[in-house]
């Protein structure tokens, strides 16, 4: 070793001490002055320490030096071979001297932890329960003495008490788990009484004869409707009521606190009105409830029909009808058309005829003696006419009577599909039935005009487009592909840029719009008198732009 100036060479040159400093004898550290250097000529103790272990340590005078360990183990305790643990009197050194435990009883292996029963080594993050008897989960619960910790770990049963599989739940002896109310300890929440049903839920415990709702959250009587948590069951198993609702006549409808529950029927009144004896409306007091139950008539006034209508006195009420008849008429077979007398009452109900007229099938229409009435009972055709299209319409003989449309078409004429439209041969009928297109035209979508092919047909189906244009406006305007696209009456300059008003031209670039007579400048920008001319630094003559 080459030494700095100012320090010393101690031990034969394998160390540099700082001056002031004792060089340990063979060692390799420099102790201040004061501390004594212990043989190994590695450690310096305080004064009043000792050097234990060849020098490895330095110990409290009184404390056991463990043999080449690097402890010191108060008096009484035994130094563990590894030298790194001391253990009480009457437990031994396990785990090669890294655990101490009872003597006689379980040594731990490595990582484990050593009960202080010595019966139980828990592993690690578990917690030893029951001096030692059990090891628990953390934050579960440990059973003291006399209990019985259910599997789960979450719950201590006291002696007699059954510990449900599900270990949330201590239940009572002859009391039932829950868990479907057929499997005994079954992993439940409640305890039930015998005889009870045990929903799957196992939070709710039913009374015999009614059923499981709700995935086992409420209890209502065998029926149709299962009700959600919260809603009251009714009796009748039909009706579900909300808090604060009262189940009626037997569970049919809900009635809010303080209204009248018709007996046997589905509306609740309210206090002051009568119940009618169907229970299907609420009368006011001193009005006539029919014995229909459909409706309450003025005092004065007389039911009808099983009290679907009322009708003053002196008017006559006509069966199954919804009518009253004066005096003098005759009630129509329907009940809903009063007829004069003489007057025929047409089958339907719905209209009289005059003598000698004859009512239609449908009796929507009266027809002469003579005339065909057509069974839509909506038109009548003369003689040597034909009933069309359902009898809507009336053709004449000869005619071709167009399905399902309004017109007739003479003989070598096509009926369009839209029945509105007659093609000469030889014409191709558009989609729409709207119009007839020559050979070799295309029909517009619409089928308002026929475009040469090669032509675009805008979606208006009222204009066709050349190649290379566009059609704008919604299909009434067609106008170059370009910047702009112009309303309808508007013209579309070449350029694409600008659109002019009828009456007005587009000037050469289609920038500016010139009133007819005005020269249009070669620039496209301006528009000049007649005779006048745009110069490039400034016009000859007096040049007018109209913007």
């Known amino acids: 070793v080459c030494c700095n100036s100012g320090l010393v060479c101690c031990n034969s040159g394998l160390v540099c001490c700082n001056s002031g400093l004792v060089c340990c004898s063979g060692g390799l550290v420099c102790c201040s002055s004061g501390l004594v250097c212990c043989s190994s000529g590695l450690v310096c103790c305080n004064s009043g320490l000792v050097c234990c272990n060849s020098g490895l340590v330095c110990c409290n005078s009184g404390l056991e030096c463990c043999n080449s360990g690097l402890v010191c183990c108060n008096s009484g305790l035994v130094c563990c071979n590894s030298g790194l643990v001391c253990c009480n009197s009457g437990l031994e050194c396990c785990n090669s001297g890294l655990e101490c435990c009872n003597s006689g009883l379980v040594c731990c292996s490595g990582g484990l932890v050593c009960c202080s029963g010595g019966l139980e080594c828990c592993n690690s993050g578990l917690a030893c329960c029951n001096s030692g008897l059990v090891c628990c989960n953390s934050g579960l619960e440990c059973c003291n003495s006399g209990l019985v910790c259910c599997n789960s770990g979450l719950v201590c049963c006291n002696s007699g008490l059954v510990c449900c599989n599900s270990g949330l739940v201590c239940c009572n002896s002859g009391l039932v788990c829950c868990n479907s109310g057929l499997v005994y300890c079954s992993g ?68 809010n606190s303080g209204l009248e529950c018709c007996n046997s029927g589905l509306v609740c009144c309210n206090s002051g009105l009568v119940c009618c004896n169907s229970g299907l409306v609420c009368c006011n007091s001193g009005l006539v409830c029919c014995s229909g139950g459909l409706e309450c008539c003025n005092s004065g006034l007389e039911c009808c029909n099983s009290g679907l209508v009322c009708c003053s006195g002196g008017l006559v009420c006509c069966s199954s009808g919804l009518v009253c008849c004066s005096s003098g008429l005759v009630c129509c077979n329907s009940g809903l058309v009063c007829c004069n007398s003489g007057l025929v009452c047409c089958n339907s109900g719905l209209e009289c005829c005059n003598s000698g007229l004859v009512c239609c099938n449908s009796g929507l229409v009266c027809c002469n003696s003579g005339l065909v009435c057509c069974n839509s009972g909506l038109v009548c055709c003369s003689g040597g006419l034909e009933c069309c299209n359902s009898g809507l319409e009336c053709c004449n003989s000869g005619l071709v009577c167009c399905s399902g449309g309004l017109v007739c078409c003479s003989g070598g004429l096509e009926c369009c599909n839209s029945g509105l439209v007659c093609c000469n041969s030889g014409l191709v009928c558009c989609n729409s039935g709207l119009e007839c297109c020559n050979s070799g035209l295309v029909c517009c979508n619409s089928g308002l005009v026929c475009c040469n092919s090669g032509l675009v047909c805008c979606n208006s189906g009222l204009v ?60 496209g920008l301006e528009c000049c008198n007649s005779g006048l001319v745009w110069g490039d630094d400034q016009p000859r003559g007096v040049p007018t732009r109209y913007w």
């Open 464 to 523: 066709c487009c050349n190649s290379g244009l566009v059609c704008c406006s919604g299909g009434l305007v067609c106008c170059n592909s370009g910047l702009v696209c112009c309303n309808s009456g508007l013209v579309c300059c070449n350029s694409g840029l600008e659109c002019c008003n009828s009456g007005l031209e587009c000037c050469n670039s289609g920038l500016e719009c010139c009133n007819s007579g005005l020269e249009c400048c070669n620039s």
């Open 188 to 255: 439940g929440l409640v305890c039930c009484s015998s005889g009870l049903v045990c929903c799957n839920s196992g939070l709710v415990c039913c009374n015999s004869g009614l059923v499981c709702c709700n995935s086992g959250l409420v209890c209502c009587s065998g029926g149709l409707v299962c009700c959600s948590s919260g809603l009251v069951c009714c009796s009748s198993g039909l009706v579900c009521c909300n808090s604060g609702l009262v189940c009626c006549n037997s569970g049919l409808v809900c009635c």
